[in-house]
C-alpha cells in the first residue's frame, strides 16, 4: 500500500512563496506518475500539476503555468511543488496523488493513491 504524506503548507501574503513536499512510501515511487492537486471550499478537486516517472515531462493548469513548478527526487521518493507569485485566489487544500500508468494525465480518476492534503492559505 503506497502511502503519500504532504507537507509545507501555511499562510502566506499574496506575492509570496511556498514549497510543498510530499512522501511516498510503500510502493514504487520511481515508477509513479505524481500529480498536484487542490480543492477549494465549496469546488472540485482541481489538478495543479504532474510529473513523469523519470521528470521528463510535465504539465501545468493554465492557472499555474508559469508560477508553480513540479519536480522528484526519486532517491527520496518525494515530489514537490514550488509556488511563487503566490495569488489568494490559490488558497486551497494541496493533494498529492500517484499514478501507476505513465502517462501525465490531469484526470484525477487516473490516479491510484492520494494524500491526506496540506492547507494553504493566501492573504491578499
Known amino acids: 500500500q503506497v502511502q503519500l504524506v504532504e507537507s509545507g503548507g501555511g499562510l502566506v501574503q499574496a506575492g509570496g512563496s511556498l514549497r510543498l513536499s510530499c512522501a511516498a512510501s510503500g510502493g514504487t515511487f520511481s515508477s509513479y506518475t505524481m500529480g498536484w492537486f487542490r480543492q477549494a471550499p465549496g469546488r472540485e478537486r482541481e489538478f495543479v500539476a504532474a510529473i513523469h516517472w523519470s521528470g521528463g515531462n510535465t504539465r501545468y493548469a493554465a492557472s499555474v503555468k508559469g508560477r508553480f513548478t513540479i519536480s522528484r527526487d526519486n532517491a527520496k521518493n518525494t515530489v514537490y511543488l514550488q509556488m511563487n507569485s503566490l495569488k489568494p485566489e490559490d488558497t486551497a487544500v494541496y493533494y498529492c496523488?500517484?499514478?501507476?500508468?505513465?502517462?501525465?494525465?490531469?484526470?484525477?480518476?487516473?490516479?491510484?493513491?492520494w494524500g491526506q492534503g496540506t492547507q494553504v492559505t493566501v492573504s491578499s
Open positions: 496523488a500517484a499514478a501507476t500508468l505513465g502517462e501525465v494525465t490531469s484526470t484525477p480518476s487516473a490516479y491510484d493513491y
